[in-house]
C-alpha cells in the first residue's frame, strides 16, 4: 500500500450506528408482509374448525354468556355494573364489553363469539411477528417466532373457548404496548406520544385481564435485551407501568378474595410442598411447551 493510500486510509473517520441508524435496521421490510400473510394463513387452517364451536356451557361459558345479565342490554345501567363488577372472580370489564356488544348482534349464537376470538388471534400473531421483527434483524426469526405462537397447541384453549376472550384481548392490549415502547426507544421522533401510547394500551390490556400486570417486568427484560444499562434513571421511567400494575393487582387480589380463590393453604400443604407446587406448574408449561403430548382441559 502506499503512504497517500495509508494516510487516506487512516484519516477515515469510525462510524458508530446512531439511533436513527439502528431504527432503520429495525424497521419491517415490505417484504415482510407475505411471511405475515403466510402465518396467518397457516393459522386459519389450523383455526378454522374452531368456528363451528359451540358454548361450553358447564364451565366457563354460562356465566359470561348466556346467564349473565349484565350483557344483555348495552345501556348506562348495564355499563356501569360492567365497569365496576366483577365476573368469576375476575374484574376486566373490557372483556365483558366485547362479549356485550356481541350479544347485541347476535344473541347468544356461538359463530360471532368464536370468529372474534380467532380475529384477534390473528392480529396477535401478526403483532408478534411486528415485535421480533423489531428485536431482530432476521426475517426468519421472526417469522418462526410467529408461526409458533399461531400454531402451538397450548394457544387452543385461548381460541377455541369463547370464555378465554380474556386471553386473546389482552395479549393484543400487551403486545401494542410492547410495540410502542419499542418505538418510544428506538425512533428519534414522537417519543412522548409513543411512551403515553404505551401506558394507555397496557391499561386497556389489564382492563383485559390482570395477568398484564407482570408488564414491568417485561420492559425490563426488553431493556436488558437491547443492551439499556439497568440503573435508578431506567428504573424511575417505569414508574407509571408499575402504578397502573399495582392498583390492577390490588383489584385482581380483591376479585380473587370475592370468589374464594384465595386461601390459606397451610392446613392442607407444607411451605416446602406450597413451593414445590409452585414449581411444578412453571415446569408443567415449560414442558408442555416444547412436548404438547397429553393435553387436559384441565390439570
Known amino acids: 500500500m502506499s503512504k497517500n493510500k495509508q494516510q487516506n ?158 386471553d386473546v384481548l389482552y395479549t393484543f392490549f400487551f403486545l401494542l404496548a410492547g410495540i410502542k415502547y419499542l418505538d418510544y426507544y428506538q425512533k428519534a421522533q414522537s417519543k412522548v406520544l409513543n411512551f403515553i401510547l404505551s401506558v394507555v394500551f397496557i391499561v386497556l390490556s389489564m382492563l383485559s385481564k390482570s395477568a398484564a400486570v407482570c408488564f414491568p417486568g417485561v420492559v425490563l427484560l426488553l431493556d436488558w435485551f437491547l443492551g439499556r444499562k439497568i440503573n435508578m434513571k431506567l428504573l424511575f421511567e417505569k414508574i407509571p407501568f408499575f402504578i397502573v400494575s399495582l392498583i390492577f393487582g390490588v383489584v385482581a387480589i380483591y376479585s380473587q378474595k370475592d370468589i374464594g380463590a384465595i386461601q390459606n393453604l397451610g392446613p392442607l400443604f407444607s411451605f416446602f410442598e406450597r413451593i414445590m407446587l409452585s414449581f411444578y406448574a412453571v415446569v408443567m408449561y415449560i414442558e408442555k411447551f416444547f412436548v404438547p403430548l397429553g393435553l387436559s382441559a384441565m390439570h
Open 9 to 166: 486510509f487512516k484519516k477515515t473517520p469510525s462510524v458508530k450506528a446512531t439511533p436513527l441508524q439502528k431504527e432503520s435496521v429495525l424497521i419491517p421490510k415490505k417484504q415482510d408482509f407475505w411471511y405475515i400473510l403466510t402465518v396467518l394463513g397457516i393459522t386459519i387452517a389450523v383455526f378454522f374448525p374452531s368456528l363451528f364451536n359451540g358454548f361450553v356451557l358447564n364451565w366457563d361459558d354460562a356465566a359470561y354468556i348466556t346467564e349473565n345479565e349484565s350483557i344483555k342490554a348495552l345501556n348506562w345501567a348495564h355499563l356501569k355494573t360492567i365497569s365496576t363488577g366483577y365476573v368469576n372472580g375476575n374484574y376486566h370489564p373490557l372483556t365483558i364489553l366485547s362479549y356485550a356488544i356481541e350479544y347485541a348482534i347476535c344473541g347468544v349464537k356461538p359463530f360471532l363469539y368464536h370468529l372474534d376470538n380467532l380475529i384477534l388471534h390473528l392480529l396477535n400473531v401478526a403483532l408478534v411477528f411486528v415485535l421480533v421483527r423489531k428485536l431482530s434483524s432476521k426475517l426468519e426469526i421472526a417469522f418462526i417466532t410467529a408461526l409458533l405462537f399461531g400454531i402451538h397447541p397450548l394457544r387452543v384453549e385461548s381460541v377455541a373457548w369463547v370464555s378465554e376472550r380474556k
